[in-house]
């Protein structure tokens, strides 16, 4: 099984890209060799879907790079290191490098993960993404979905 | 000379949300004990204003991550009473048994990877992947088995999407359940592991007593999750009763300057709600098991430490599990057909309660005669914790005062209270931040 496992807080203004891009994968039936899933902020529940018969994981979030807002990037865990500082595995303040490092410690070596990290324009405790994200959500799903139909199995 | 205090948590870890705990003594003088919460307000009364009520449920349900199955609930079952829907058996049915899944995924989140590090003197989940492997593994097959469980009736655990007013989208099938039942009854070991597990940390839960009013959904005829009427116990086990449409008379909201949050009391000047005030207003309608586990660990209504919620969560798991069973045996037994969606008979206003993880949810929505929404109220069971907590700090920092404690196990002491509440602030931002190593 192939995942693409949309994050966030839909309402937390950007921070929903990747439920917004996970909803609309569903509603446009683009998910037909892969399920497109809306975790919302249970992140923990990301380890659900990381076992044995779990050939590819693409996983969806705003991401804070140092990119222009926006813009996207492809990467693994290996390339990057989280900033985020907190110290304890928790549900809310959820760090989800911290999470799938949780996961592999616990079950074992991890099926091929990537993450698709969205650079946001605005975070705050407000709906809707920001007009910067909004116009580049069908440049998302499609760059989503062109990654989920090329990818192998195998690929890590 | 008196003692010198200076505890200052800002954003305490393992709880859901931000909040701090701030406590100033000087020469033995407590100036400053306080639980304070400093998250901004969200507002979800005012988005789903103007909104169809065959949305509401879906954005409110959005108030919370890990309680999304209870908010959807809550929303579809006041919606109904507002607009006249009855809802069937079989919908009633397969709602409380989608209740249960979300309660024992939570308990299981919280008492393992939340509270079990305290108890162990671990910092967190994380530091226990070494040492205590098994229980680690555990928790995550108990959650996965509660994930799928509430997937297979909500469509998803997380933002459930089958649940509407007037019934369900679609419903599971009989083959689905008694898949889902199997594997539920396949994790016994697992539940009889935790309990033992459970008993061999209690003697490490702080032994405190402060007795408050305990507040819960009662109901005639189960445990009191999905439906009911309101009922609150005092220690002296006086009870009071009070109709789900008058939950303002036992809620009674107030503005406290140390909190974004309101605050509630009704008879005293705070109470509880959760795992803890279920157990001690509605311990008699608890599982055979359940009850059994208690009564092993010397628990037994009305329990006045705070500090055993986590272990009423144990208690609800294992009741959640075997009332769960009898669930599933019902509906394979009685068949499971697709029902069409029962339709509103009137528009007007109407309030609901259940039981979440954290304790009794209240919405209320008033609908006009086009079926928009023109006025919501929720009021969640953290927020109705607050003071309690405030008032619990107030008894026990001169205990700890008292017990010639050092400041760091002073502050483990009121961070471990906090965390026995399960308090879910609010949900902030997810968001990765990283940088790239290569």
Redesign the interface.
């Known amino acids: 099984m192939r995942y693409l496992i949309g994050i966030g807080n839909y309402y937390g203004r950007d921070d929903a890209i990747g439920l917004r891009i996970a909803e609309l994968i569903g509603e446009t039936g683009l998910d037909r060799d892969f399920r497109a899933i809306d975790l919302g902020g249970n992140l923990l529940d990301v380890v659900h879907y990381l076992d044995a018969q779990t050939e590819q994981v693409l996983i969806v979030d705003s991401a804070r790079m140092g990119l222009a807002p926006g813009d996207y990037a492809f990467f693994t865990l290996d390339q990057v290191a989280s900033v985020k500082g907190s110290a304890s595995l928790s549900t809310h303040e959820g760090d989800l490098v911290k999470v799938l490092e949780f996961a592999e410690a616990t079950n074992g070596p991890l099926p091929p993960i990537t993450i698709l990290g969205i650079e946001p324009a605005e975070l705050a405790d407000e709906p809707g993404l920001s007009d910067t994200l909004e116009a580049r959500l069908d440049q998302y799903v499609a760059a989503a979905v062109e990654f989920l139909a090329q990818v192998g199995p195998a690929r890590r | 000379m008196g003692q010198n205090i200076h505890i200052d948590v800002h954003?305490l870890?393992?709880?859901?949300?931000h909040g701090n705990i701030l406590v100033n003594v000087t020469d033995g003088v407590v100036e400053q004990c306080e639980w304070q919460v400093p998250e901004?307000p969200?507002f979800?009364e005012a988005?789903v204003r103007g909104r169809h009520y065959s949305e509401v449920a879906r954005i409110v349900s959005?108030i919370c991550?890990?309680c999304?199955i209870g908010h959807t609930l809550a929303s579809v079952k006041a919606t109904e009473t507002a607009l006249g829907i009855e809802i069937t058996p079989q919908t009633r049915k397969l709602r409380t048994l989608l209740k249960h899944a979300e309660n024992f995924d939570s308990h299981v989140?919280h008492v393992y990877?939340?509270v079990a590090?305290d108890l162990l003197g671990a910092?967190?989940?994380?530091a226990l992947?070494?040492t205590h492997?098994e229980v680690?593994?555990r928790a995550?097959r108990l959650?996965?088995l509660a994930?799928?469980w509430g997937s297979l009736i909500g469509g998803?655990?997380?933002?459930p999407t089958t649940v509407l007013p007037g019934g369900f989208s679609k419903v599971p099938t009989v083959a689905e359940l008694e898949a889902m039942r199997a594997k539920l009854a396949e994790a016994v070991p697992d539940l009889d592991a935790t309990l033992a597990t459970i008993t061999a940390l209690a003697p490490a839960i702080p032994a405190f007593q402060r007795p408050t009013e305990y507040m819960a959904l009662t109901s005639d005829e189960e445990y009191g999750l999905y439906d009911g009427y309101i009922q609150t116990i005092l220690a002296d086990g006086s009870r009071a009763r009070y109709e789900v449409a008058d939950y303002r008379s036992c809620t009674n909201e107030y503005v406290s300057p140390q909190s974004t949050a309101k605050f509630t009391k009704n008879r005293l000047d705070s109470y509880a709600v959760g795992a803890l005030a279920r157990f001690n207003v509605n311990y008699d309608q608890l599982h055979p098991k359940a009850k059994e586990f208690a009564e092993s660990l010397g628990m037994s209504p009305v329990c006045t430490n705070p500090y055993f919620n986590s272990v009423a969560q144990v208690v609800e798991i294992v009741h959640s599990a075997y009332e769960a069973l009898r669930l599933f045996d019902e509906l394979i037994a009685d068949g499971v057909v697709e029902e069409p969606l029962v339709q509103p008979s009137r528009w007007g206003t109407g309030a609901s309660a259940v039981e979440v993880p954290r304790g009794i949810l209240f919405h209320e929505y008033a609908y006009d005669d086009e079926g928009l929404c023109t006025d919501a109220n929720c009021i969640i069971p953290t927020n109705q914790n607050h003071a309690n907590i405030q008032a619990d700090f107030d008894a026990l920092l001169p205990e700890l005062m008292a017990s010639e404690k050092t400041e760091d196990e002073m502050r483990l002491a009121l961070e471990m209270l906090v965390r026995a509440y399960d308090p879910?602030i609010?949900?902030?931002?997810?968001?990765?931040?990283?940088?790239?190593?290569?």
Not at chain 2, 13 to 17: A, C, Y
Not at chain 2, 156 to 159: A, E, I, P, S, V
């Open positions: 954003h870890t393992r709880v859901e949300g901004a969200r979800f988005m959005r991550g890990i999304s989140l990877i939340l590090p910092p967190s989940a994380f992947v070494p492997a680690v593994a995550l959650k996965r994930h799928e998803r655990t997380t933002h879910c609010s949900c902030s931002t997810h968001n990765l931040d990283v940088e790239f190593i290569r």
